[in-house]
């Protein structure tokens, strides 16, 4: 008997964490252990396509321009289990960028009702969905992202004294990059060094926030973050909103040490980090005078693929209740 065919629909295919994770679930052999995955790419804007397939997993922007074609979709496929996977929005988010919450909230109330299951990338969107009742209980599941982070195990621990911070991710306001810059520049110590690795829309802005200051690099996009990480001795991440810290989880993995803002999905980086309350760039820069003093964390430990086991135990349930109702 075949194993069950899970087709992934996604409309952003802009590199970076999401990308990744993503070639994790189709591409892993923990995931193709227990059932095929494929990707289809889908045109924003465009009416969604008819799919076969046993489970069908969005990873699709929702918006209220989407909704009539999520809506459209789910009427077209009303025999198949519809997961939905939720990388974008938290409680952070919302606070920032979303003036009408009221309305927000209906959006998500009614997008993810179209949905048999919705998955939570960390615990702390997961408590956020659950406590503002934007998915109902017996549909959501906390499925922590995760990549392959052999490579990252590999690397060779960082010797002698720290002194090369990097920010690794795109040049966002997201991010918090700004924040690190300003926070950088006031630390003494010529040998100091702060390595930026991302493109983005912030670029020209952050390049002028550096200034003249001969310690800060702009390093460009790189296709492989393992080398970003090999070059750096502290790992800093001011985000402003972050559904799950991928990054962080590398830098666990990688040995190297870590700061992180206090704020949704960073908040499950685990042992190991400092963490940072808010954005001031005092508080920061006290964070990297302490970081950089302090002694590499113990390396998290490779372990069980729990996410590949959450993933299986999802699909299954799913395929069993589908059976169940033919």
Not at 16 to 38: E, N
Not at 92 to 106: D, H, L, M
Not at 143 to 170: C, E, K, M, Q, Y
Not at 204 to 229: C, K, N, V, W, Y
Request: proline content about 6%.
């Amino acid at each position: 008997m075949p194993l069950p065919l899970v087709l992934h629909l996604i409309d952003d295919t802009t590199p970076g964490g999401v990308m990744r994770v993503i070639d994790f679930l189709t591409t892993s052999p923990a995931m193709s252990a227990f059932a095929r995955h494929q990707v289809m790419r889908v045109s924003r804007g465009a009416a969604l396509p008819a799919c076969r397939a046993d489970v069908i997993v969005s990873h699709l922007t929702v918006n209220w321009r989407a909704l009539p074609r999520l809506i459209a979709f789910r009427a077209r496929h009303a025999h198949l289990p519809l997961v939905h996977v939720e990388h974008s929005y938290t409680e952070s988010f919302t606070a920032q960028n979303v003036p009408g919450k009221g309305r927000f909230f209906a959006l998500l109330r009614t997008a993810y009702a179209l949905f048999d299951r919705v998955v939570a990338v960390s615990d702390a969107q997961g408590d956020w969905l659950r406590s503002r009742g934007l998915v109902r209980a017996s549909a959501l599941r906390v499925i922590s992202s995760t990549v392959d982070l052999s490579g990252f195990h590999a690397l060779p621990a960082p010797r002698g004294r720290a002194r090369v911070i990097g920010g690794i991710g795109r040049l966002h306001r997201q991010k918090g990059f700004d924040v690190l810059i300003n926070a950088f520049r006031a630390l003494p110590g010529a040998e100091l060094e702060l390595h930026l690795y991302g493109e983005g829309p912030e670029k020209a802005a952050l390049q002028a926030l550096a200034g003249d200051d001969p310690r800060i690099f702009f390093a460009g996009h790189t296709d492989d973050p393992e080398t970003a990480m090999r070059a750096v001795d502290v790992v800093a991440m001011p985000s402003r909103w972050e559904a799950f810290g991928l990054v962080a989880l590398e830098t666990r993995a990688a040995g190297r040490r870590l700061i992180c803002a206090q704020v949704d999905g960073l908040r499950d980086s685990g042992d190991g980090g400092l963490f940072v309350r808010g954005h001031r760039t005092e508080d920061w820069t006290a964070a990297l005078l302490a970081t950089l003093a302090s002694a590499p964390p113990p390396r998290l430990a490779p372990g069980a693929d729990s996410a590949a086991a959450d993933w299986q135990a999802m699909i299954a349930e799913l395929n069993c209740a589908e059976a169940a109702a033919a």
